[in-house]
């Protein structure tokens, strides 16, 4: 999983790397990790899915209110079976819903279980430490 993990601060992506991070329904990226999102491709009113060289999966409302984890589960489970049908690219999970929506890597890691068998998928150190039951 070492090789796995997705670098804390990203600057600049490969081609086939797609940049996942946490959005809001609204598709305003004016912060965090959906701020720097707009490097590659994201766009205003676009808060779910691929966009340009990312993919967004969202943690809060169109309110822009934190929304509850059985709500965030059904987007990362999209986001999954996107990966899957997509092989060779390179998937950078960011710490979603970590920064701006207040849960933590032990609340959000789990919804990635099913991604742990996908070789094109990278997440934070702090989500396969719970992944592992190291944290």
Known sequence: MKDRITPMDITHL?????????????GIHG????RQARLW???YGHGIGP????YAIPTKDAFIKTMRINDIIPFVDSFIVYAK??????FLVTQIGCG??????ADIAPLFRDAVGLN????PE?????LNGTN
Do not use: C, Q, R
């Open 14 to 26: 490969e081609d086939d790397h797609i940049f996942v991070f946490g959005s809001n329904l609204m």
């Open 31 to 34: 912060a965090g990790a959906a």
């Open 41 to 43: 491709g994201a766009t």
């Open 51 to 54: 966009y340009g060289d990312t």
């Open 85 to 90: 049908n997509y092989p060779k690219l390179t």
């Open 100 to 105: 701006l929506a207040g849960y933590t890597p």
């Open 120 to 123: 094109n998928v990278h997440l």
């Open 126 to 130: 702090s989500f396969w430490e719970v």
